[in-house]
């Protein structure tokens, strides 16, 4: 008999277990997770099924891919020559994002380590710039970039934004929570200001440094009103305006390549996150715990 119930409890035992192996215990957070997830991914399915699609077949609301891929690829990449400003709209991240890494290290090196007469007024002015996005300066930087010359060129796309308050702040406040025992340490071996921060400091920044560069990637990828207003030619544009030009101007737009041409732009980011996820996640982890 005893044995009896014991093999009954055990078959309970199991099923009670598989039954939650199958259906969660907090079953509805995850059924309000999963329609998050699809209502967010839509619009990205929606755009490359539309993507392989004709007008005709956008119009009639078909969800089934169409036969139209070849024709908008062909159309994106040769005719719109959407690679040419891919690689021109790569070129200008990576430079931005590297000078502008290097230089917020430099800064967070100088606001933490060194003592100059004003310090606390520079980094609250380097606050207050901030809260000024820079449409409020584009009129006055393009007469500048016009005025010494670098007009229509690279320069104009990655010079005024080399400087960084986001990325100062991030490595203040990073370098601010090392322990001073570490500065003291180099400076009795003999080591500069330079060998410190590149021996030292960046082997511990590697979580911000990654957090830092996928900001600044997405962001230099996304800007359009700067590059079509600074750049004349459409040689030197950036993949933003040149996405624009499959938009059709005054003539109706074909949204198959409009669509495929915005999924193959969205490419690069991913990659570029997808690449420093972890430093991403991780320097944010960070940060908030500080």
Not at 29 to 48: E, N, Q, R, S, T
Not at 103 to 117: D, I, K, N, Q, T
Request: hydrophobic content about 55%; aromatic content about 14%.
């Amino acid at each position: 008999m005893a044995t009896t119930l014991d093999h009954t409890r055990a078959a309970d035992s199991t099923t009670v277990s598989l039954r939650e192996r199958l259906i969660p215990k907090r079953w509805y957070v995850h059924l309000i997770l999963i329609i998050a997830c699809l209502f967010i991914g839509f619009p990205l399915f929606y755009a490359m099924l539309v993507g392989t699609q004709s007008n005709s077949d956008v119009f009639a609301y078909r969800f089934l891919p169409g036969d139209s891929l070849a024709f908008n690829w062909d159309v994106v990449m040769n005719i719109a020559g959407l690679w040419r400003y891919m690689i021109n709209s790569v070129f200008i991240a990576i430079a931005v994002t590297v000078g502008k890494t290097l230089l917020s290290l430099l800064a967070g090196l100088a606001f933490v380590y060194f003592r100059f007469p004003g310090k606390w007024i520079v980094f609250g002015f380097v606050l207050i710039t901030l809260m000024m996005p820079t449409e409020i300066l584009i009129i006055a930087l393009f007469r500048f970039v016009n005025q010494i010359g670098w007009g229509n060129t690279y320069l104009a796309l990655i010079v005024p934004f080399l400087a960084s308050a986001t990325g100062s702040f991030l490595f203040r406040q990073h370098f601010a929570n090392i322990p001073a025992e570490l500065s003291e340490a180099a400076q009795l071996d003999g080591a500069n200001p330079l060998q410190f921060l590149f021996r030292v400091l960046v082997p511990m920044s590697w979580n911000t440094i990654g957090a830092l560069a996928v900001i600044q990637f997405v962001y230099m990828w996304n800007m359009y009103i700067w590059p079509a207003l600074i750049m004349q030619g459409q040689e030197g544009q950036v993949v933003q305006v040149g996405l624009r030009t499959l938009a059709g101007g005054d003539q109706m737009t074909s949204f198959g390549p409009l669509m495929l041409g915005a999924v193959i732009a969205s490419i690069p980011p991913i990659i570029v996150f997808l690449l420093l996820q972890k430093q991403f996640m991780s320097g944010f982890a960070l940060t908030r715990d500080k």
